[in-house]
């Protein structure tokens, strides 16, 4: 069973911050760091799961990260503040996660839809 959420080595790219004004008043980007994870990428399927796609947005825009690792979203942070990844080179950003740790059913772990960021409107979700 593990081998569903642990079967890839993925980089995450997590803001330790938003930023900050410094002493002199000027705004200092937060720090990203790198956040090994292993997961399992799969492609988003229409019906497979329930979650309504921005407009202009397809099915091969998203995949679908399932990890025991908790993935900050655009849904819970901002953009600035949400996870990325790198996948077949193509950026990739964290919109949507669902919790399946408390589902006794299932095996637990997080369920995290990722954008491509080169097809979301105006950068962002």
């Known amino acids: 069973m593990p081998r569903l959420t ?3 080595n993925l980089t ?3 803001s330790e911050e938003d ?5 002199a008043g ?3 980007e937060g720090e990203t760091y790198s956040l090994p994870i292993k997961c399992n990428i799969q492609p988003y399927r229409e019906g497979k799961t329930q979650v309504v ?7 091969s825009d ?17 953009n600035a503040s949400a996870d990325t990844t790198t996948i077949d080179g193509q950026k990739y950003i964290a919109s949507t996660s669902a919790n399946h740790n408390r589902n006794g059913l299932s095996l ?7 954008v491509r960021q080169d097809r979301l409107k105006n950068g962002g979700l």
Do not use: A, C, M
Request: glycine share 6%; no cysteine.
């Open 6 to 8: 642990e079967r890839v």
């Open 12 to 14: 995450i790219n997590r």
């Open 19 to 23: 930023g900050y004004h410094n002493e």
């Open 26 to 28: 000027s705004w200092v």
């Open 53 to 59: 796609l921005p407009e202009g947005l397809k099915s």
């Open 62 to 78: 998203v995949v679908v990260i399932r990890t025991k690792t908790f993935l900050r979203t655009t849904e819970q942070f901002d």
């Open 108 to 114: 637990g772990h997080y369920k995290t839809l990722f």
